[in-house]
């Protein structure tokens, strides 16, 4: 099956590509999340080698 060209009506779409561009609208996990969850690894490290 063909894909729909650019620029498409929304009512003209496949109902899978309806579901596609729903779910690409937004990242899946925010970039800051990934920043933060590094920098509390980074703490979390420093804190226990701090300790032993």
Partial sequence: MP???P???PEDQTPRERGLRRRSDAPAVSP???IGG???LGALVY???ALL
Avoid: R
């Fill in 32 to 34: 800051w999340v990934v």
């Fill in 3 to 5: 894909a729909d060209p």
């Fill in 7 to 9: 620029n498409t009506d």
């Fill in 38 to 40: 590094i920098l509390m």
């Fill in 47 to 49: 804190v226990a080698s």
